[in-house]
Every structure is written in structure tokens, then in C-alpha cells.
């Protein structure tokens, strides 16, 4: 495809499927251009390189995050909603998880999302840093419950390239940690679970229990803030 009938739009759909199918190390010029049927030079004349590639599919991928009507909806009902809807989406998309900690992510769906997440804790009744407390404990709840599914992606992607030899040393590792945990009763006692059998999964419905108890904390600061509204220094 030449140059001047790319877009970037394009480029960036491409990258988020190379993204998807092939992971952070998986993206370079070189293999989109071939997605793209086009040259590796020619995307360089609508993008900077790739780390800037990573922001701009970071960007896309953000508007697939709902923003609630706070008219229409509590405050609760749009915090889970919106939690939901980044777990999924990290689901769909766990490069972004590994793109968090190898550089600063930004754009305007992005920017959108956070300042609305905000204005659903501040129509809570947190104020100032305390809306931005508590937005942050819930953006890094779901975070790290993501950084389990990312895990488990990065292995099996590892497993499909790395052969009968990579399959071997994964089989080696869990038998090693089954014989450990062997020696510990908690452990032994979960060792036929789905959790324990699979590489980094967790016990069914854990991202809801855990949301639930940590919004259920947050409304517990609400009500005590309300019983004692000026306490004592």
C-alpha cells in the first residue's frame, strides 16, 4: 500500500492486531508493514516510531471503556461499570498491561476516561485528593488483576513459539511448584483446583469479589466521614 493511501488510522487498527496477536515484542515496522501490504518506511511518515505506535493503539483501545450517565446511574453502579469494562478490555488487550510499565501512556480517550472515573467519586462525596485516592485504588485493583490474564497470555504465546522444549521446562515448573506446595496444608488442600492447575489463574469470580469489597470499603469511608464529619485533629 503506498504511503499517501495509509492512514493513520490504519496503521493504528494494524498495530492493535499485531499487538493482540503477537504481544509488546511482537510489534515492529517490519511485520506491520506486511499486515499492511506496504514498505516499513512508509509508516514512519504518519508515526514517529514505535513507542509512539504504542501510545497512539493505547488511545484506541481506551474508547472501548463506557462512561456512564451519573444522571441516570449511582455512583456505585458507574464505578463497577467502568471497572468492569477496563478489566474486560485489558483482557482483550494485554500488551497494554506490559505497555504500563515500559512507558507513559496518554491521549484523549484516555484523558476522557480519568477525568470522568474522577467525577464518579467526587458525586460520591470524596473531595479533592481523596477522589483521586480512590480512583487510583480501583484503577490499580484492576490492573493487577489484569496483570494475571497478561501473565497467563505471555506464557502460552511462550509455549506456542518456544516448542517441545519450552513445553517441557513449563511442565518442570509446575511439578516443582506442585511438589512444594505439597508441604504446606492451605495448599495442598487446593492443589486439584482450576487455579492451581493453571498457570497464574485465580479462584472463579475473584475480580468481582474483590471490586465488591473494595467499593464496599470506600462507601464505609463515606458513611464514617458522615457520622463524624469534623474529627478531632
Known sequence: MPRDTLTREQIVRAAIALLDAEGLDGLNMRSLGKRLNSAATAMYWHVKNKDHLVVLACNEVWNEVGLPDLDAVGWRTAAERMA????????????????????????????????????????????????????????????????????????????????????????????????????YPRLRERLDTYAA?????????????????????????????????????
Open 197 to 233: 492447575r493453571e498457570y497464574a489463574a485465580a479462584p472463579d469470580r475473584s475480580f468481582e469479589v474483590g471490586l465488591r469489597a473494595l467499593l464496599d470499603g470506600l462507601e464505609l469511608r463515606l458513611g464514617d466521614r458522615h457520622q463524624n464529619p469534623h474529627p478531632a485533629a
Open 84 to 183: 468492569g469494562d477496563l478489566h474486560a478490555m485489558l483482557a482483550r488487550h494485554p500488551w497494554l498491561v506490559q505497555a504500563f510499565a515500559s512507558q507513559p501512556l496518554y491521549g484523549e480517550n484516555k484523558a476522557r476516561h480519568d477525568d470522568h472515573i474522577l467525577a464518579v467519586y467526587e458525586r460520591a462525596g470524596f473531595r479533592g485528593t481523596e477522589a483521586d485516592q480512590a480512583a487510583g485504588a480501583v484503577f490499580t485493583y484492576v490492573l493487577g488483576h489484569a496483570l494475571s490474564l497478561s501473565a497467563a497470555v505471555s506464557a502460552d504465546r511462550r509455549l506456542t513459539r518456544g516448542g517441545d522444549e519450552a513445553e517441557a521446562l513449563m511442565r518442570e515448573s509446575m511439578a516443582r511448584a506442585t511438589e512444594i506446595a505439597q508441604r
